[in-house]
């Protein structure tokens, strides 16, 4: 009978694929009943020497499951050591669906990884896993598939042992969420045939689109092909697969543009008036001031603004005069993920900078204007028990609702009509484009540049090309300024 336990079973993660020794010294023992569990009806096994179990929730399909072995062992089949499976079970097994190894592979990787990146890698497979299917199209796919996938056998919480499994075996799903990973179980292409051409290159076109249809963004591509490549890559190491076939599939990404469109990016004074309307509303304006601030005179990111802390603050002595710089130096970021993804259940992670070891540090040196934001802050607010500057009203992490909302009530109240209606400074993510554009019209080096925004030299270069070829200009006038004074 079909039922969400059933297909949780079918989702353990154990290597089921690996054979040990074939064996007819089997011993199948009493059903053992553990009042209080949430699955507490266990069938035991001993193959060869090695004890099995499996739990259960419900009486019926524990007796099943012993019946089931019972059977396999009056009709002469071995069981396998490593296993506790008969041969028969165990060849079927072996014949894992690209849904079952999408689950493990995500379930290996969620300890090591951070919160953003647990969620980017569920996204990324139920994108591949939807178009992974015995049907040509997804026309007759249960509604909520995504979702279920995504959150309910993507994602993993702890165990009853405390381990992290998928959500699927820890929790019992709503109605839907059972029959849409039913569906997909039964729908499931085996691993083998996902990864012919015809099939890799029908999960290559679905990540290219969003779920509208249109064109996805080069680095959404790029980001969802990394999770496929690596979960094929795990096939070989698994040893399901001989070697990962994605490298050589005939297949080319859409070409799309990620340079930054700076026609949208707000100039200096743009940039500055919309920092004072943030400040010009009420308490909460007030207090993340100099939060917009450092996106902009710091080219932070939210999060590293989020987690930035007194102690992470080298600010001059107000006596130093009015143009005294100071220095930001960045040790921790608190990106949004949502309570699903993190360790802790809390809505953000704490991670250190973004593609950096975890002990990484990066210093920035800061322009007056934001000195003089952050000291007032300061001496306004104070900081939260933790240390760090901006915080919610409750008292924890400034969330990227309340900030988003302060910041377009800004753009109303500075954009003309007409440039409200416009990508022109969008979201407050628009203030690091302009920081990081600001400092490479300044002249600053590239390397520096990139340095200080936390980017590699070749992110740099590729989002923001168009200031980077007017540098390029001014360095030429420069070299040929020197060469006419050396040829006279």
């Not at 419900?58 to 506790?84: H, I, K, N, P, Y």
């Not at 041969?87 to 079927?92: D, K, N, P, S, T």
């Not at 799309?256 to 700076?262: A, C, L, W």
């Not at 900030?403 to 209606?421: K, M």
Request: charged share 25%.
């Amino acid at each position: 009978m079909p039922h969400w336990a059933a297909l949780a079973g079918c989702l353990g993660t154990a290597a089921l694929w690996r054979v040990g020794v074939l064996t007819f010294d089997v011993r199948i023992y009493k059903l053992r009943i553990r009042p209080g569990l949430r699955r507490p009806f266990g069938v035991r096994w001993r193959v060869g020497g090695r004890d099995h179990s499996e739990s259960y929730q419900f009486e019926a399909q524990a007796d099943g499951r012993r019946a089931e072995l019972m059977s396999a062992l009056r009709l002469g089949e071995q069981f396998d050591t490593a296993t506790g499976l008969p041969v028969g079970e165990l060849r079927a097994r072996n014949r894992v669906t690209w849904f079952e190894h999408a689950v493990e592979h995500a379930q290996v990787k969620w300890p090591r990884i951070s919160a953003k990146h647990r969620a980017g890698i569920a996204e990324a497979l139920a994108t591949v896993t939807m178009a992974l299917t015995t049907l040509s199209t997804n026309d007759h796919a249960p509604p909520g598939l995504r979702t279920a996938l995504y959150a309910w056998a993507f994602r993993m919480t702890r165990g009853e042992d405390g381990g992290w499994a998928p959500r699927i075996e820890t929790a019992e799903p709503p109605a839907d969420v059972a029959r849409a990973l039913e569906w997909i179980a039964r729908h499931s292409l085996p691993l083998a045939d996902a990864v012919r051409p015809e099939n890799l290159r029908r999960a290559l076109g679905a990540i290219s689109r969003k779920l509208d249809g249109a064109e996805a963004a080069e680095n959404t591509i790029r980001r969802k092909r990394m999770v496929f490549n690596n979960a094929l890559a795990y096939a070989v190491t698994a040893d399901r697969l001989k070697a990962n076939p994605l490298p050589k599939a005939d297949w080319q990404a859409p070409l799309t543009d990620t340079e930054v469109d700076f026609r949208y990016v707000p100039g200096p004074h743009l940039a500055r008036d919309l920092i004072a309307a943030v400040g010009a509303q009420g308490p909460r304006g007030a207090h993340l001031k100099a939060f917009f601030g450092c996106l902009y005179y710091a080219a932070m990111r939210p999060g590293e603004t989020a987690a930035l802390a007194d102690h992470d603050c080298l600010l001059p002595d107000p006596e130093a005069g009015p143009d005294a710089w100071g220095e930001l130096v960045l040790a921790r970021s608190h990106p949004e993920a949502g309570s699903g993804w993190t360790d802790d259940g809390r809505p953000h992670d704490t991670r250190g900078l973004k593609r950096r070891a975890r002990n990484a540090r990066r210093s920035i040196p800061i322009p007056p204007e934001l000195v003089h934001l952050l000291h007032a802050h300061l001496e306004r607010y104070g900081t939260a028990p933790d240390g760090r500057l901006f915080r919610a009203v409750r008292g924890g992490r400034v969330t990227s609702t309340e900030y988003s909302r302060l910041w377009s009530t800004a753009r109303r109240h500075t954009l003309h009509p007409r440039d409200a209606g416009t990508p022109l400074a969008q979201v407050p993510y628009s203030l690091r484009h302009a920081g990081i554009s600001l400092w490479i019209t300044a002249g600053i080096p590239p390397t520096e540049a990139a340095r200080r925004a936390g980017h590699s030299l070749a992110v740099l270069y590729r989002i923001y090309a168009k200031p980077l070829r007017g540098h390029q200009y001014n360095a030429n006038h420069l070299i040929a300024a020197a060469l006419r004074d050396i040829h006279g």
